[in-house]
T-cell receptor, first 113, second 109 residues
Framework: DAGVIQSPRHEVTEMGQEVTLRCKPI?????LFWYRQTMMRGLELLIY????????DSGMPEDRFSAKMPNASFSTLKIQPSEPRDSAVYFC???????????FGPGTRLTVT | SQQGEEDPQALSIQEGENATMNCSYK?????LQWYRQNSGRGLVHLIL?????REKHSGRLRVTLDTSKKSSSLLITASRAADTASYFC?????????FGTGTRLKVLA
């Protein structure tokens, strides 16, 4: 398996634009997690899914953020409209079961100017 | 609130020395995991210790867990320059892991 795949790896956009981050989890993994990492706040859990269903989105910072998982092999994290304070590295991770080790993707570095 | 908080925030040692990092958490847990992150990369899982375990080894890694003190430690023995990275603990009471801010380890050759 190729591991968790994220795209794009880098995204630079202007304030107010819509941003869509994509993730393909490891095949067979039932859990998918979205994290955001910044120097100030460290690694924050935004939302996680179990069998494509959102279980806990309490970490999503604002209504500008939304996440979907239309099927077991694809998830998106959307920011609309984007703001400079959204600049961060966004990671997707998956695990076989929720209590198992998580496999992280390489991350998407988002810069909002 | 942070579930896992690492200490120290930064550590610099010579190659061949041992490195010890500590983690504290706030609530009851099912297990605790340690991850490594190389600069610009995603996190890589190192080791998982369950709440009913007190010590676990994996190669040059040794992890301890003290549930009465709500703390864990990660020991890397005979460190190498390639161990230079940030190390995170992640504690979980359910299916949700909360990561700390990490310890930045630098191993000097």
């Amino acid at each position: 398996d190729a591991g968790v795949i994220q795209s794009p790896r880098h995204e630079v956009t202007e304030m107010g634009q819509e941003v869509t981050l994509r993730c393909k989890p490891i095949s067979g993994h039932d859990y998918l997690f979205w994290y955001r990492q910044t120097m100030m706040r460290g690694l924050e859990l935004l939302i996680y899914f179990n069998n494509n269903v959102p279980i806990d989105d309490s970490g999503m910072p604002e209504d500008r953020f939304s996440a979907k998982m239309p099927n077991a092999s694809f998830s998106t994290l959307k920011i609309q409209p984007s703001e400079p304070r959204d600049s961060a590295v966004y990671f997707c991770a998956s695990s076989l079961r929720g209590v198992d080790e998580q496999y992280f993707g390489p991350g998407t570095r988002l810069t909002v100017t | 609130s942070q579930q896992g908080e690492e200490d120290p925030q930064a550590l610099s040692i010579q190659e061949g020395e041992n490195a010890t990092m500590n983690c504290s958490y706030k609530t009851s847990i099912n297990n605790l995991q340690w991850y490594r992150q190389n600069s610009g990369r995603g996190l890589v899982h190192l080791i998982l210790i369950r709440s009913n375990e007190r010590e676990k080894h994996s190669g040059r890694l040794r992890v301890t867990l003290d549930t009465s003190k709500k703390s864990s430690s990660l020991l890397i023995t005979a460190s190498r320059a390639a161990d230079t990275a940030s190390y995170f603990c992640a504690a979980s009471g359910t299916y949700k892991y909360i990561f700390g801010t990490g310890t930045r380890l630098k191993v000097l050759a």
